[in-house]
């Protein structure tokens, strides 16, 4: 994850926590990225590493979702095929996937989601 996303993730992630803490043990990151070495990456992937998947997750059903998936993009940031695939495989599984660019657009997404 590039320097601006991790700042802009973690600004969240704070708000979100202060905003929601009654929710703060089902709201969290999955750190897919980062540079590990090939053993690291070799078990990680035989424990279950699924490449693609979304940097936050709160798992909390609101109306027709089972629970929220938010990837964070920052400037001209793009989806990968992966997270593409991802998206589409938590979609057919009822759950709500958001891609979001700033602090404002999470914000807004969070509190649609958790009022809805």
């Known amino acids: 994850m590039k320097q601006l996303e991790s700042a802009l993730q973690?600004?969240?992630?704070?708000?979100f926590r202060?905003?929601?803490p009654g929710y703060a043990g089902v709201f969290f990151s999955v750190p897919n990225g980062g540079m590990r070495n090939r053993g690291t990456a070799i078990r990680m992937k035989r424990e279950g590493l699924l490449p693609g998947v979304s940097d936050l997750i709160l798992l909390v059903p609101r109306g027709e979702y089972h629970g929220l998936c938010i990837e964070m993009k920052h400037g001209k940031?793009?989806?990968?095929?992966h997270q593409k695939a991802f998206e589409e495989a938590v979609e057919s599984q009822g759950y709500r996937y958001v891609v979001v660019?700033?602090?404002l657009e999470f914000a807004r997404e969070i509190q649609w989601y958790l009022t809805s």
């Open 10 to 15: 973690a600004e969240c992630v704070k708000w």
């Open 101 to 103: 660019g700033g602090f």
């Open 18 to 20: 202060l905003q929601y």
């Open 77 to 81: 940031g793009r989806q990968t095929k």
